[in-house]
């Protein structure tokens, strides 16, 4: 069976996450659509201040109390949207885990390895023993390539790579569906980075999870990926299989975060810019977000929002590819 075939177990549905802040408020998801299906890996890029931590967060309703909700985020069908913290404590880690950028202020650097398990075990098997929960983190320790032994240790005794092991561990230890992964190898360098990549890869498979993968990083999502959505200011600009957004990116965003990929080929060593920046997203324009950048800037695309238009089994929101529109 195809993956695009397979069972949703994520489901967003025009939805859009605002944040509250004393005067107004920041529209930093506003409107998206995407589906993640059984043992597939999304791969959400974009800018910083896109909106893609807000969105992963967002899954797991880590954000602060007063933001707001609004269409629909069903992970194995249930709507999360109006659930309550008492209730999302038993989607976080059992349904979906979180995998974050910086391991060492995610994971509380004063408790032993062995003790951030038996919180997380405990939380969702009541009455599991000390030891009980030692025998289930010594062999996910092991699966992620660290001694058992060392769960006597505390986070700030790890090497970043070990930690970062550590965190994918705990993300992993109750078995979830989902893994949210938000930017999970930045902080490391390239060899590690390609290690922890594999190992997230090769763990998805054996649990059969499905996995949002958050990066800046172009090269990251083509290690992984299986489809990819491009994010710019709160929306989804394009999204579709991987080989067809780098071999024929549609939207004049995506072309352009392409080219600013760095080549390491010497003869080609220019890395272009995507000059200006993104819209304010507390009062976001009303035409195209993306217009006041783009070189194929038509007039429609300052006075009305693009459509998302289906195209070439993937969609993108753009004017450009809506019918009638010469500029194909
Ligand atoms: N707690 C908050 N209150 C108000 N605004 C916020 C809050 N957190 C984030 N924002 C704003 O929401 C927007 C989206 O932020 P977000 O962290 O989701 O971006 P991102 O795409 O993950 O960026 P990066 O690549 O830098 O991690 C930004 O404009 C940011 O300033
Ligand atoms: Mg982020």
């Given at each position: ?16 996450i605002h944040y509250k802040t004393k005067?107004?408020y920041v529209?930093a ?25 807000t969105?992963?967060q967002g899954?797991?309703k880590l954000l602060p109390q007063k933001t707001k909700y ?15 913290e ?243």
């Amino acid at each position: 069976m195809a993956k695009n075939e397979g069972e949703a177990v994520l489901r967003a549905e025009n939805l859009k996450i605002h944040y509250k802040t004393k005067k107004s408020y920041v529209k930093a998801v506003d409107g998206i659509d995407l589906t993640l299906r059984k043992g597939e890996t999304i791969g959400i890029v974009g800018e910083s201040g896109c909106g893609k931590s807000t969105f992963g967060q967002g899954i797991l309703k880590l954000l602060p109390q007063k933001t707001k909700y609004y269409g629909k985020l069903l992970v194995r069908d249930v709507d999360v949207t109006p659930l309550r913290e008492n209730d999302m404590r038993k989607v976080r880690g059992k349904v979906v885990g979180m995998i974050f950028q910086d391991p060492m202020t995610s994971l509380n650097p004063i408790t032993k390895v062995e003790k951030l398990f038996y919180e997380t075990l405990e939380e969702h098997n009541p009455g599991i023993s000390f030891n009980e929960s030692r025998e289930v983190t010594a062999q996910i320790l092991q699966k992620v390539g660290i001694e058992p032994r060392r769960m006597r240790e505390y986070p700030f005794q790890f090497s970043g790579g070990m930690r970062q092991r550590v965190m994918i561990a705990l993300a992993l230890v109750l078995n979830p569906d989902i893994i949210v992964a938000d930017e999970p190898t930045t902080s490391l360098d390239v060899i590690v980075q390609a290690q922890i990549l594999n190992l997230l890869d090769e763990l998805r498979q054996s649990y059969n999870a499905s996995i949002i993968l958050i990066t800046h990083d172009l090269g990251v999502v083509a290690e992984m990926a299986d489809r990819i959505a491009v994010m710019y200011a709160g929306h989804i600009v394009e999204q579709n299989e991987k080989e067809k957004i780098y071999y024929e990116p549609k939207h004049p965003y995506t072309k352009l975060l392409l080219k600013s990929i760095p080549n390491t080929n010497p003869k080609d060593l220019e890395l272009t810019f995507i000059p200006g920046s993104p819209p304010s997203l507390v009062n976001p324009p009303i035409g195209c977000r993306f217009a006041s950048r783009c070189p194929y800037k038509m007039s429609i695309c300052d006075e009305k929002e693009p459509p998302v238009v289906e195209i070439d089994g993937g969609m993108v929101k753009c004017w450009l590819y809506t019918q009638g529109s010469d500029n194909q």
